[in-house]
């Protein structure tokens, strides 16, 4: 079956450090890679995503994400956060079999607190 | 920017009332969702749902959960008996054609207090 594991459950930075968060996949086929962000009292919303082509994708509000396919990983970055980044952040998977109809597979969330 | 509408944004019921929850998807998409996040939890499908029918669903999508697209606009979860696990958000979510899109466009979810 697969399946999203993001290792760090709560990572808490100071403004302007550098962020860091770990996804990694199971599943050995062909698959799309999303990180949502869900605000506190808001919705998800999608960051960045991977179809194919080139495996580092820039998002929106400078994240970036590197999928590594030899690693099953998809880990998001940001060289600087800022308070405004404080959220929960979802990585998740569409694997596609022939047939399936794409539901996404979350991970189970990163909270990131940012400190002013 | 077309969107995903849930209404309510927030039910609190008794435990064994049916609940139902509304959801009106973007215009112009096929594909149409239900995921929940119980609390501190993770996101977790429910069921997909095209062309008129279930598509796939989870586990958690027992015989207690049914849903509808009752017309062109609307998508609704009905959860027929309630129980104090069902208490969650419940995001409704709509996607375009073409497996390769992949993209989900979510909802501001519908908090569900059962009590």
């Known amino acids: 079956a697969q399946s999203v594991s993001q290792h760090n459950h709560h990572v808490i930075l100071s403004e302007a450090a550098s962020l860091e968060l770990g996804c990694n996949y199971s599943y050995g086929g062909t698959v799309n890679l999303f990180w949502y962000v869900q605000y506190p009292g808001q919705h998800l919303q999608l960051l960045l995503k991977?179809?194919?082509?080139?495996?580092l994708v820039k998002g929106i509000k400078g994240f970036e994400a590197e999928f590594i396919k030899s690693k099953f990983s998809f880990n998001l970055r940001k060289p600087s956060v800022q308070w405004s980044d404080t959220a929960e952040y979802f990585c998740?998977?569409?694997?596609?079999?022939?047939?399936?109809?794409?539901?996404?597979?979350f991970g189970k969330g990163t909270k990131l607190s940012v400190k002013p | 920017e077309p969107e995903v509408t849930q209404t309510p944004s927030h039910q609190v019921t008794q435990m064994g009332q049916e609940v139902i929850l509304r959801c009106v998807p973007i215009s112009n998409h096929l594909y149409f969702y239900w995921y929940r996040q119980i609390l501190g939890q993770k996101v977790e499908f429910l069921v997909s749902?095209?062309?008129?029918?279930?598509?796939?669903k989870s586990e958690i999508f027992d015989d207690q959960f049914s849903v509808e697209r009752p017309d062109g606009s609307n998508f609704t979860l009905k959860i027929r008996s309630t129980k104090l696990e069902d208490s969650a958000m419940y995001f409704c979510?709509?996607?375009?054609?073409?497996?390769?899109?992949?993209?989900?466009?979510f909802g501001e979810g519908s908090r569900l207090t059962v009590l």
């Open positions: 998740a998977v569409n694997a596609v079999p022939r047939g399936s109809q794409g539901n996404l597979i």
């Open positions: 979510a709509s996607r375009g054609q073409g497996l390769s899109t992949g993209e989900l466009f």
């Open positions: 749902f095209y062309n008129n029918e279930i598509s796939e």
């Open positions: 991977y179809f194919s082509g080139d495996p």
